[in-house]
């Protein structure tokens, strides 16, 4: 039996797919039932609550051969982080009353820094706060998700893909979530391990690249647009990010573009994504034509 945390979202999807291909069992920590049906339906064994109730993430670790967590994505944190250091802490007391063989962790690209990472930060304490665990841990850190340029189906029909990427020629770490989930998914049943070990996972792409793919998928010519950086609040206001609360989202970018993301830390082992931005793009436009 193998804990996958954030079951409903991509990447915990992406680790409960591989490992059922695996015919391996899963149980996942849920608030919502209904979101999970789909799973339940295919036998993942379903344990309510969420990585706010400690009592809860003991219960789902209890007797498993081995657990993917991670934290809940928030594009609006507080200046503190509180809410991710609230899940941390109740992550090392679960992890240390009901300890597993091992455990794989969602971590990101930039996470070995401290600062200037914005709303990678959440992720670098991640890493800080689970060093004080003696189990076998392994931080997957991944690099941006081909599937956060999906928005480029509707609107670059136009020809032009805005992005973030400063300047769109150059080359970032990049990858698809269903890699992600392989990758933890051979962690969590592969060899075992000691210690904990740092895995960068991603290709080195860029938006020019990313953009082209996008074309190809949509058969016409599409460029990526370097979005003024003076523009940038505004522009995650309207993507629901609540005003003068942008910052972070906006200092993660920064950190991409300074190439504080790239792969290549050392003592790091580097594994390569085999899903391409083209693939993600094909898959979601077949299930939107049909």
Not at 60 to 84: C, H, I, N, T, Y
Not at 105 to 132: K, Y
Not at 149 to 167: E, I, K, S
Request: hydrophobic share 45%; net charge negative.
């Amino acid at each position: 039996m193998f804990l996958v945390m954030g079951i409903t979202g991509r990447v915990g999807g992406a680790t409960a797919r591989h490992l059922l291909a695996q015919d391996k069992k899963v149980r996942a920590l849920v608030r919502n039932r209904e979101k999970a049906t789909q799973w339940a339906a295919r036998g993942v064994e379903l344990i309510d609550g969420d990585w706010n109730d400690v009592t809860a993430v003991e219960q789902a670790l209890e007797g498993v051969e081995g657990a993917f967590v991670m934290l809940p994505s928030v594009w609006a944190p507080s200046p503190d982080f509180r809410e991710a250091k609230s899940v941390i802490e109740n992550y090392v007391e679960a992890l240390t009353r009901a300890a597993p063989p091992r455990v794989a962790v969602l971590s990101s690209m930039g996470a070995n820094r401290t600062e200037g990472l914005g709303m990678i930060t959440a992720l670098s304490l991640l890493e800080q706060g689970l060093q004080r665990l003696p189990l076998p841990i392994a931080y997957v850190r991944a690099g941006g998700f081909f599937e956060n340029f999906l928005y480029g189906l509707h609107v670059a029909q136009g020809g032009t893909l805005p992005v973030y990427y400063n300047p769109t020629d150059r080359k970032s770490t990049m990858v698809a979530t269903d890699d992600i989930g392989a990758e933890v998914a051979t962690l969590l049943t592969g060899p075992a391990w000691s210690g904990h070990r740092v895995v960068e996972l991603g290709s080195m792409v860029s938006a020019d690249e990313v953009a082209a793919q996008l074309g190809e998928v949509l058969q016409r010519d599409v460029n990526a647009f370097a979005m003024p950086r003076d523009g940038w609040s505004a522009a995650f206001e309207q993507f629901g990010i609540p005003k003068g609360q942008t910052g972070p989202a906006e200092a993660m970018f920064d950190a991409v573009n300074a190439g504080w993301m790239d792969v290549g830390v050392a003592g790091t082992e580097h594994v390569a994504g085999t899903t391409s931005a083209r693939d993600v793009f094909a898959a979601a436009h077949k299930a939107t034509t049909g």
